[in-house]
């Protein structure tokens, strides 16, 4: 498979170079977001990992761009930024994973593995039929959310979030379960991001309605209905 690595620093291009060449993984190297846009047009990636403090452009503005031209490569952020804001900020420009240095390259090859294999497991998946509850509509082709015909914009993680609670509906989610749905197997679970990302839905779907459909079951988890 073949990886794109955006990283200004040669030493840590260079371990990861080799580190991910033994895993007989093909990689290219980018020193900054320019020159990487160039690659991406050029060649088919399978895997990209990006710094987010880059010359010319940042790291989240060019995970933007991917997952807007490239939607289904799935991005890696590996930097020194590792602030719940800044984790947040990852997230939220569409990064499906978020490694803080300095880092074990061990688990970054874990990690790898996994974003892969929820990438290949996406590609199987339909995205042609609409996903309804009472007057919330998803298209899953076009990641486009309305309730009662009015469009809600959605940041790609809160999209993925609302996907998989309205996919689940009527049954109480576990913290767990959402995480390891939504983030992954590596999801941080010493973090609030659940709660996080539960409220920026909450604001969005449900502040403008009189029928609210994200409910808190205290000590348990989340519930997606429109009657409890």
């Known amino acids: 498979m073949r990886i794109l690595i955006i990283e200004d620093n040669s030493r840590v291009s260079s371990l990861l170079k080799r580190g991910l ?3 007989d993984y093909q990689v290219y190297i980018s020193e900054d977001a320019e020159d990487a846009v160039v690659l991406l047009n050029k060649l088919t990636f399978d895997l990209a990992i990006t710094d987010i403090m880059l010359p010319k452009m940042n790291g989240i503005d060019l995970c933007k761009f991917i997952k807007q031209k490239y939607p289904d490569l799935p991005v890696i952020m590996l930097t020194a930024l590792g602030t719940i804001d800044e984790k947040v900020e990852g997230f939220d420009a ?47 082709k076009i990641n486009r959310v309305f309730r009662n015909s009015e469009e809600i914009e959605l940041t790609p993680k809160e999209f993925k979030l609302l996907v998989f609670l309205v996919s689940n509906a009527e049954r109480i989610l576990t913290r767990e379960e959402i995480a390891d749905n939504v983030w992954g197997n590596h999801f941080d679970t010493g973090t609030n991001y659940i709660d996080v990302y539960i409220a920026y839905l909450r604001k969005k779907i449900d502040k403008n309605f009189d029928t609210k459909l994200i409910h808190t079951k205290p000590g348990v988890g989340f519930i997606f209905a429109s009657e409890l």
């Open 21 to 23: 060449e033994s895993q």
């Open 94 to 140: 569409g990064a499906g994973d978020y490694m803080v240095k300095p880092f074990e390259i061990r688990e970054l090859f874990v990690r790898i593995k996994a974003i892969l294999q929820r990438s290949s497991n996406k590609t199987k998946e339909t995205y042609l039929n609409d996903l309804e509850y009472h007057d919330l509509k998803i298209n899953k």
